[in-house]
């Protein structure tokens, strides 16, 4: 049942303008990384500037962006397709559907949060390939590039994919509960501000990263809940 009604809704949604800001987040990720690699040729006086001395700097720096514009994505294609389908005249149509309304919400979620966590996945990825491919012919990071480094950062990107889809997933809730697509947007912005500044005590304490990655999977199982609740409470009005 969950498979088709994701399939029917990937057929009703148009997915084009979500690849189009997906190409061109990862467009401004590769620039940035460039941009702080580039930083310490510029002023190597600044003690700030160390950050972008190693690999390991940029590629965390890469993945808290990612994790920041995924997550403001994420919000985006829930207010589009939750907050404003449950919000409009269109929610008169969806609570008299002769299915589930936890499963028709389910497929919704489970399209928005998959093509999140993949597109942010293939674009950080893609990003840090393509700078990193670029070091071997022409170095700006001083430091030699190693194989554990690649790995980390590699899992790095997967547990700021999953705080993405945390924070995404709380915003669309409140989004929901105020019944606001304005709501969802500010909410993934300031709640990723925040967590980007959690996030980027990684940089001197390592296990900050897989507690956030925790925390998230949980404030967004049970931000799904409680979206999924409210639904089931919703009442259809002609």
Sequence with gaps: MIRKLISLE????????????????????????YLFAAIPHFD?????EALFLTYTGLITMNNLLAMAAFSILFAVMGARLIVEAYSGK???LLLSYPVSRRAVLTAKLVL???????????????????FLL???????????????ILFEG???????????????????????LRRSLIVSVVASVLLAS?????AAAAFTFAPVLPILSGAAALLAAAAALAMLRRIDHMEVLA
Excluded: K
């Excluded at 996945?121 to 840090?128: I, K, N, W």
């Excluded at 925040?194 to 959690?198: E, F, H, I, N, R």
């Design 10 to 33: 990937r057929r009703r949604t148009s997915l084009r303008v979500y690849h189009i800001a997906s190409l061109c987040i990862a467009l401004c990720l590769l620039g940035m990384l």
């Design 44 to 48: 190597p006086t600044e003690a700030e």
């Design 90 to 92: 269109q929610a008169i």
């Design 112 to 130: 928005i949060g998959g093509y999140t966590f993949r597109a942010m996945l293939l674009c950080g990825g893609e990003a840090l390939l393509i």
């Design 134 to 148: 670029s070091e071997s012919l022409f170095p700006l990071c001083p430091e030699p590039l190693q194989w554990h």
């Design 154 to 176: 590699a899992v790095s990107l997967l547990l700021h994919s999953c705080i993405a889809i945390g924070v995404g997933m709380v915003s669309v809730w409140l989004g929901l």
């Design 194 to 198: 925040v967590v980007c500044q959690a």
